[in-house]
C-alpha cells in the first residue's frame, strides 16, 4: 500500500511579531506528536481577530493576521502528515 501525500505548502514569510522562541508547542495525542501555535500566538491571533470585528485592519495587521493563517494551515498539513504515517506502521 502506497502513502499519498499531499505537496507540502511553502512558507513564503512569517509575522514580524512571530516569537523567535516558544511560538510553536508540541503535544502528543494518542502517541503522535501534535505541533500547535504556543498560547502567546493564539492570544495575537485572538486580539486581531477581535479588532477585526470592531474595526477595519490595518495593511499591516491583514497581513500579519495573513501569515498567521498560514502558519496555522503549514501546521494542520504537518499535523495530518504525521498522523497517517504513524496509522500506516
Given at each position: 500500500m502506497m502513502l499519498q501525500v499531499d505537496p507540502f505548502p511553502k512558507l513564503n514569510r512569517l509575522?514580524?511579531?512571530?516569537?523567535?522562541d516558544g511560538a510553536i508547542n508540541m503535544a502528543?495525542?494518542?502517541g503522535v506528536p501534535i505541533f500547535r501555535a504556543s498560547?502567546?500566538?493564539q492570544t495575537r491571533i485572538e486580539q486581531l481577530l477581535a479588532r477585526q470585528q470592531v474595526r477595519t485592519?490595518?495593511?499591516v495587521e491583514?497581513?500579519?493576521l495573513?501569515?498567521?493563517e498560514e502558519i496555522?494551515?503549514?501546521l494542520s498539513h504537518l499535523n495530518r502528515?504525521?498522523?497517517n504515517l504513524v496509522e500506516t506502521q
Amino acid at each position: 500500500m502506497m502513502l499519498q501525500v499531499d505537496p507540502f505548502p511553502k512558507l513564503n514569510r512569517l509575522p514580524a511579531t512571530l516569537p523567535d522562541d516558544g511560538a510553536i508547542n508540541m503535544a502528543l495525542e494518542n502517541g503522535v506528536p501534535i505541533f500547535r501555535a504556543s498560547t502567546v500566538v493564539q492570544t495575537r491571533i485572538e486580539q486581531l481577530l477581535a479588532r477585526q470585528q470592531v474595526r477595519t485592519l490595518t495593511a499591516v495587521e491583514e497581513e500579519e493576521l495573513d501569515r498567521y493563517e498560514e502558519i496555522d494551515d503549514y501546521l494542520s498539513h504537518l499535523n495530518r502528515l504525521v498522523r497517517n504515517l504513524v496509522e500506516t506502521q
